[in-house]
């Protein structure tokens, strides 16, 4: 049961926190609610979902039963000071990057698309697959969740679990897209569009206080397993 094993519910936490936090991509998000204004978006939109969370999990499945299991060897062996050491360095890499990130924020920011536009015959799962694999090498939390999940106690099974409730976390905020247009049909432009703003807005300050936090958390774990070493 996870309520009797602290570490358990620790990772748990961990990983769904990590998935939240990178569920808030500008880029998906502001992609789902352009698709919103299109002819006929719940399809596409649904498309999209499964296109991002199909490629989403893909690449995190790979690297679990790819590097993963070399990573679970190590943590588990002798070396598991290595995994503390890249864990510290890793960070101070991505807080590093923050600081490049700030000087180019203004590139950071979603592309502005037309108000209204045609998909014509081009499919939403195609779109989000595409944009999934274009933005995979940058997910960072995603890195950080995987490190965090292969570098635990749990079997095999589980962690694919908790992989899975990442994901699921992770178009949390597409999801919420396609049902508030479902609900509410062409009264849904209003607040979508409010969204969209929002986004252009904040979205490169969000991405780089998530980077940062990203950094700091894996800091703050080598430290704590290199404390315990």
Same mark, same amino acid.
């Given at each position: 049961?996870?309520?009797?094993?602290?570490?358990?519910?620790?990772?748990?936490?961990?990983?769904?926190?990590l998935a939240?936090?990178?569920?808030?991509?500008?880029?998906?998000?502001?992609?789902?609610?352009?698709?919103?204004?299109t002819e006929d978006p719940h399809p596409r939109l649904l498309g999209f979902v499964l296109g991002v969370f199909a490629v989403y999990l893909t690449g995190g499945l790979l690297m679990v039963l790819g590097p993963g299991t070399v990573l679970r060897g190590i943590a588990?062996?002798?070396h598991g000071l290595t995994v503390h050491i890249a864990s510290v360095v890793i960070g101070g890499v991505i807080v590093m990057l923050t600081g490049v990130m700030w000087r180019q924020r203004r590139q950071l920011a979603p592309p502005r698309l037309p108000a209204r536009m045609r998909t014509g015959g081009r499919s939403?799962? +195609? $779109?989000?697959? /595409?944009?999934? %694999?274009v933005d995979l090498p940058t997910a960072f939390p995603y890195f950080a969740a995987i490190g965090a999940i292969v570098g635990g106690d749990a079997a095999?099974?589980?962690?694919?679990?908790?992989?899975v409730m990442f994901n +699921? $976390?992770?178009? /949390?905020?597409? %999801?919420?897209?396609?049902?508030?247009?479902?609900?509410?049909?062409?009264?849904a432009e209003p607040p979508l569009t409010r969204l969209r703003?929002?986004?252009?807005?904040?979205?490169?300050?969000?991405?780089?206080?998530?980077?940062?936090?990203?950094?700091?958390?894996?800091i703050a774990r080598?430290?704590?397993?290199l404390l315990r070493s």
């Amino acid at each position: 049961m996870v309520r009797d094993n602290p570490g358990v519910l620790a990772l748990t936490v961990l990983i769904a926190s990590l998935a939240l936090a990178d569920s808030v991509n500008p880029m998906t998000i502001v992609a789902a609610v352009y698709l919103a204004a299109t002819e006929d978006p719940h399809p596409r939109l649904l498309g999209f979902v499964l296109g991002v969370f199909a490629v989403y999990l893909t690449g995190g499945l790979l690297m679990v039963l790819g590097p993963g299991t070399v990573l679970r060897g190590i943590a588990s062996g002798s070396h598991g000071l290595t995994v503390h050491i890249a864990s510290v360095v890793i960070g101070g890499v991505i807080v590093m990057l923050t600081g490049v990130m700030w000087r180019q924020r203004r590139q950071l920011a979603p592309p502005r698309l037309p108000a209204r536009m045609r998909t014509g015959g081009r499919s939403g799962m +195609v $779109l989000g697959a /595409l944009m999934t %694999l274009v933005d995979l090498p940058t997910a960072f939390p995603y890195f950080a969740a995987i490190g965090a999940i292969v570098g635990g106690d749990a079997a095999l099974a589980p962690q694919i679990g908790l992989l899975v409730m990442f994901n +699921v $976390l992770y178009v /949390l905020p597409l %999801l919420a897209v396609l049902i508030t247009h479902v609900v509410l049909g062409d009264r849904a432009e209003p607040p979508l569009t409010r969204l969209r703003e929002m986004i252009d807005r904040f979205a490169p300050q969000a991405l780089i206080i998530l980077t940062l936090a990203v950094g700091a958390a894996l800091i703050a774990r080598g430290l704590s397993g290199l404390l315990r070493s």
